[in-house]
């Protein structure tokens, strides 16, 4: 019911910059909140940061804190993820994705909905 497209990445050098995408289509509607995940190689996957559409509240990572910066647009239904300060380690596919209201609400998951990815590479 809710499509993603995730965007944005890209090979960048230890330091750099990357603003990734994400897309969302579909029952949009109902929708109550977005998260970001990265899967390193040989590594599980692990949160990144999250945030709620109606109020924006956002939610990271320990790791991520004060260097990411996670946004949404609601007019054009699309979430993004600042990510600045990048290191080699988190070389990564970032998948994108969408929690239907129901329930209730964790920001670390479970999600209903996920996107197909988009590779990040840092160099060093």
């Known amino acids: ?20 995408s994400c897309a969302a289509s579909g029952r949009t509607f109902s929708s109550y909140g977005m998260g970001w995940f990265r899967q390193a190689p040989g590594k599980e996957r692990e949160f990144v940061a999250a945030i709620t559409w109606m109020a924006g509240t956002t939610y990271y990572a320990d790791s991520v804190k004060g260097r990411f910066t996670i946004s949404r647009d609601r007019a054009k239904n699309t979430v993004y993820l600042q990510m600045n300060s990048l290191k080699p380690e988190e070389t990564a596919v970032s998948y994108c994705a969408d929690k239907a209201y129901g329930w209730g609400w964790d920001p670390r998951g479970p999600y209903d909905y996920w996107g197909q990815g988009t590779q990040v590479t840092v160099s060093s």
């Open 1 to 20: 019911q809710v499509q993603l497209v995730e965007s944005g990445g890209g090979l960048v050098q230890a330091g750099g910059s990357l603003r990734l």
